[in-house]
């Protein structure tokens, strides 16, 4: 069988059409653009009620993004987003993709659909089977799946050539008793969706801070003097954090961006929480936008950092807090004489900037001592990444501004959830203190040698030193860099288990055999031999919740993700003491053993039935830095780019469309930069058209370089925006195939999404 992936192009482009751009984001247009796809996809009335449960306290969790909710009274009208109207509607929809579905479309046949039109099958509703040699999925039974699973995992001849996959939507019940699961099989191989987003931002905050989330809550933005928003476009993303950005200027605080992109969520935008405001002017966000060339942050950093430096020289004590950096950090010492060995002059080409505008953001920051950053993959995707997380922390430490009400560091995660599944141990580099409570807690030998993550997981598949793939949600083959590649490495697997609401192309891209395991989803009813279940999840600011679904499953075949993971585990491990089945009884059971081995889960069965949860602990947010090796915060000193770009080269990073949420593609549409109807577009400077005697609309193909490795992706048209010279930009995941596998950044082992060395050829 020939099983195709979203690297090649379709047979025929869709009708692309170019609209203005839009001056203001959400207002009426979003409200109409969500209600259209909930009627779409569920009907108005049913849909209406599900929309009313989004992000309420005896609601469910969105599934989409995992900004947090506020702490007090939430907004009846609209505690959501349009993306999260989407992901709910594509998780409610009442397409079905049932047995005759499978048996009259083979799964080459289903290949050469596009993520898109693999995506609006619809929901999953029993469990599916591929035998080897086979083109269609067949129908099996639960024990038979389960049978299929334990049987592959113990004729290997070691548990480290089993892979065991992680997206962000798992539940914090699910993720524990999976790792639990994975650990006594005897393997730490729990690769997750962190590993290509904010591995850098863990590794960064806790060299430097001791602890790898942020330090802010929802409320701090309400006392921000300055919010600094970096390599992020929440106005798709993430947007209901524009509220929070909103209510800084409502109090009068300045926002600044920085961002290769103009994006208009973050210049302007319409409260949809406020009938009254759908209309109108709506409210400017951005005081100062500093439109920085792809994988320039640090430069730009250091450049802020030399100018507070210069500042502080020349007025001591009117820039720097010596109080806070004397009682609280180490290295200051360091970083000051490493800027020293930089020149402005050498560091702003990088930026492409003038330096008056560098001027300007210094002195806010100089003028400002309550002061928020925040980022997301923009400056997590490079091969510095790290680096730029560092040099954030650097000048917060300078001024102060962390651990203090209104400032403080704010990576701004992606998947609901993600960060709760790292929380509760999936992780293949854990720490020995957790080890060491599970081998307490569970009276077994956890194994100590560091596990695979997504880079090197996909390497030991292609290496066929990985033999069994198991992933808990997610869409692997779509999300991960160098599709060829990780699209043969899925293949060489003797099988491979997808655990999924819906269809999608890792489905499709098998291994010798498969398996897909069709889960409740969030808004669905959880009901077990013990009753009514909840699960819970930690938002991005470590706030834990409950989550209830309370619509009919859409089949009666469907089991709860902590079900799965039982199943597997009794299918799997022989001589175990553990009593499953128990778990899946009564969710109740999975947080006492949560309790027992994870710090901040006190009375977790308690306080987290109190209406909106309650907080882990955050040592950064108390200004307590003893987790880290020195014992205080830590300075560190930073490199800017090393990339040097030969004659018709252009730096390429992958974004996200309006219509999409990861790689859950909603349409066709990104309507905040005014392309409809199509996704395979490369956005390119006017001026570097002019250059290569490319008009809009020409149709091109994308070759990118690597350590003398070239990787094509065919059939973009080219699309004139506002993007610094030699920076271009393509929709993931179809450019994903232009991202090699071994450019990943330092220390996080990231793939460098952000930052894809590329040239353009006419066709």
Known sequence: MSKKTNAQPPEKLTGIQLKKIPTSAVGIKAIISALTHIKDEVGIVKGITLLKNINQKDGFDCPGCAWPDPDAKRAFLAEYCENGAKAVAEETTKNK?????????????????????????????????????????????????????????????????????????????????????????????????????????????????????????????????????????????????????????????????????????????????????????????????????????????????????????????????????????????????????????????????????????????????????????????????????????????????????????????????????????????????????????????????????????????????????????????????????????????????????????????????????????????DIQSSGAQFITVEDSMGVVHQSHGHLKPHSEKLLSEPAIVVGLANATLKNDTINWTAFTANYDLIRTKIEATIPGFENYNDRVRVKGGFYLPNNARENNFSPTATGKANFTLNEPSDLDLEKNQFIMMTIRTHDQYNTTIYGLDDRYRGVLNERRVVFMNEEDMQEQNLKQLDLVDLTSHFNGEKRTAKGFLVVSYNIPKQCTATYFPEANVLVPLKSVAKISNTPTSKTVIISIEKR
């Open 97 to 525: 993709v049932s047995p005759l579905f499978f048996a009259t479309h083979s799964v080459e046949e289903l290949s050469k659909l596009s993520d898109y039109e693999i995506g609006k099958s619809g929901r999953i509703t029993q469990p599916m089977y591929l035998p080897e040699g086979k083109d269609n999925y067949e129908e099996i039974s639960w024990e038979a799946a389960f049978k299929i699973v334990g049987e592959e995992l113990n004729a290997l001849k070691s548990p480290d050539e089993a892979i065991f996959y992680t997206s962000g939507r798992t539940s914090n019940e699910a993720a524990f008793l999976y790792q639990l699961f994975v650990r006594q099989f005897g393997t730490n191989n729990l690769p997750d969706c962190s590993n290509m987003c904010h591995e850098s931002s863990g590794s960064a905050l806790s060299e430097t801070l001791g602890i790898g989330k942020g330090s802010v809550t929802l409320e701090d933005f309400n006392h921000a003097d300055l919010v600094i928003v970096m390599g992020q476009n929440p106005g798709t993303n993430h947007p209901r954090m524009l509220t929070a950005l909103g209510d800084t200027k409502k109090r009068g605080g300045k926002i600044i961006t920085i961002n290769p992109l103009p994006e208009v969520g973050l210049i302007n935008y319409k409260d949809p929480q406020n009938p009254l405001k759908w209309f109108g002017e709506g409210q400017d966000l951005t005081d100062l936008f500093l439109q920085v060339k792809i994988n320039g942050d640090v430069a730009l950093l250091k450049i802020i950092l030399k100018l507070m430096k210069e500042q502080e020289t020349k007025k001591p004590g009117s820039v720097f807090n010596h109080q806070f950096i004397e009682e609280k950090t180490a290295g200051i010492e360091g970083l000051l004489e490493d800027l020293d060995t930089y020149s402005i002059d050498e560091l702003i080409p990088q930026t492409g900037l003038e330096l008056e505008e560098i001027e300007k953001a210094t002195e806010l920051i100089i003028n400002n001592e309550k002061i928020i950053i925040c980022w997301a993959m923009g400056l997590t995707q490079h091969k510095n990444a790290v680096d730029n997380i560092r040099e954030i922390v650097n000048i917060l430490l300078l001024k102060g501004s962390i651990g203090k009400e209104g400032a403080g560091t704010c990576p701004v995660r992606g998947h609901s959830n993600v960060q709760g599944d790292r929380t509760m141990g999936i992780w293949e580099k854990p720490p020995i203190s957790f080890l060491d409570n599970l081998e307490k807690e569970f009276n077994f030998k956890a194994p100590r040698k560091h596990g695979f993550d997504v880079v090197d997981a996909i390497e030991a598949m292609h290496q066929k030193k990985a033999k069994v793939f198991i992933g808990m949600g997610g869409n692997f083959v779509s999300a991960t860099p160098d599709t060829e590649f990780t699209a043969t490495a899925l293949k060489n697997c003797n099988l491979t288990v997808q655990i999924s609401t819906k269809l999608n192309r890792s489905h499709l891209i098998t291994g010798k055999k498969a398996l897909i395991l069709p889960c409740l989803g969030r808004s669905e009813q």
